[in-house]
């Protein structure tokens, strides 16, 4: 019985931790996006940005969750998209595009170690996330009709 009992607390403080850890970041994070949103801030960057976001079916509001995610951490991400109002199929697609290109700064590092110079690695991240996000969000449109 006792060997159940370690690795069962054992997880259980992992999970505590892990926990702690998403939190410190998700929650400050979406604090930030309701007062940007007050302040009307949110609703400037995304008149801005809607052009841009609209090719990939998102509102100009998922720049935030997309910019974070690429240039900061994808929990940095989740925790903008968890303030904002997107359907299940744009939350796809950003999901698509995110787990193409994260943390670009790290990873560009490890990719460098690989022989690849940083610049090609960003650029060719970043191209491969938005055809996909272009073309996801087309196979929705034409194939599925949403």
Not at 64 to 69: A, E, H, I, K, Q
Not at 138 to 143: A, D, H, P, R
Request: charged content about 10%; overall charge positive.
């Amino acid at each position: 019985m006792s060997k159940l009992i370690i690795p069962v607390k054992s997880g259980f403080q992992k999970s505590l931790r892990m926990l702690w850890f998403l939190a410190k970041i998700i929650i400050p994070l979406s604090c930030l996006v309701q007062l940007l949103e007050y302040f009307a801030v949110l609703e400037l960057a995304a008149a801005f940005s809607s052009p841009i976001t609209s090719w990939f079916g998102l509102p100009g509001e998922a720049v935030l969750p997309l910019l974070l995610g690429f240039w900061i951490n994808f929990y940095a991400s989740v925790g903008v998209i968890n303030s904002i109002a997107l359907d299940p199929q744009q939350i796809t697609i950003i999901g698509l595009m995110l787990g193409i290109c994260h943390e670009l700064p790290i990873e560009a590092a490890i990719c460098r170690t690989t022989g690849l110079k940083i610049y090609q690695s960003i650029l060719l991240r970043l191209t491969t996330a938005l055809c996909a996000g272009f073309l996801l969000h087309l196979l929705y449109t034409v194939v599925i009709g949403g």
